[in-house]
């Protein structure tokens, strides 16, 4: 069966320290993944993407993240986190029929001062 | 120059009523999507067309009607609104192109049944 799981609910961390969410997917092929931030009362914007090649891969707002095939995961990483990244962050794998995401539960990133 | 527009973006309604929700995106897709996202935020997928035909309709009651007037829309309407229909309801878009998987969202429309 196709799944992700967000294994952290939510996370704090200090302004200006490293950040990992993690993500682990079950798929049988070559997933293709995607990390989405959401900002309170906001959509869904793109933060980066895995379909092939480089397995680690580089988004916007100073993201990266890397595919690790050997551990089904898609962790998420920022060396440096800022206060406006506060949001929710969410996994997601197009599934088999390439027809939709299916989304992990999210993880809620909060930033102390 | 909005990619994925929804309106309208809030929605206050009584139990029991009808309400239309739309979707419209200029970036040229050949496919759209409308995901529910519930209160605890978990995303699901409800419905998919592609070129004005239904390709992925999810277990959804039937209550929950889209309709694509053209590749361009993608509305949903909802008869009979119950408590449970209390959600953000996004609606996404993608071209059907091998590599270009990306789905982009719209704001959402959250809607509250009272």
């Known amino acids: 069966a196709q799944s992700v799981t967000q294994p952290d609910i939510h996370i704090t961390v200090s302004e200006g320290a490293s950040l990992e969410l993690r993500c682990n997917y079950s798929?049988?092929?070559?997933?293709?993944l995607f990390w989405y931030v959401q900002s309170p009362g906001q959509g869904l914007q793109l933060l980066l993407k895995y379909f092939s090649g480089d397995t680690l891969v580089q988004g916007i707002k100073g993201f990266e993240a890397e595919f690790k095939r050997s551990q089904s995961s898609f962790n998420l990483r920022k060396p440096s986190v800022h206060w406006s990244d506060a949001a929710e962050y969410f996994c997601?794998?197009?599934?088999?029929?390439?027809?939709?995401?299916?989304f992990g539960k999210g993880t809620t990133l909060s930033v102390s001062s | 120059d909005t990619a994925v527009s929804q309106t309208p973006k809030y929605l206050v309604t009584q139990m029991g009523n009808d309400k239309s929700i739309k979707c419209e995106q200029n970036?040229?897709?050949?496919?759209m999507y409308w995901y529910k996202q519930d209160s605890k935020k978990f995303l699901k997928i409800m419905f998919s067309?592609?070129?004005?035909?239904?390709?992925i309709n999810e277990t959804v009651p039937n209550r929950f009607s889209p309709k694509s007037p053209d590749k361009a829309h993608l509305n949903l309407h909802i008869n009979s609104l119950e408590l449970g229909d209390s959600a953000v309801y996004f609606c996404?878009?993608?071209?059907?192109?091998?590599?270009?998987?990306?789905?982009?969202f719209g704001p959402g429309t959250r809607l509250l049944v009272l």
């Open positions: 997601a794998l197009l599934n088999q029929a390439g027809t939709a995401l299916i």
């Open positions: 970036l040229g897709h050949d496919t």
């Open positions: 067309y592609n070129n004005k035909e239904l390709i």
């Open positions: 798929y049988g092929a070559t997933p293709y």
């Open positions: 996404a878009s993608r071209r059907t192109l091998a590599g270009q998987e990306t789905q982009y």
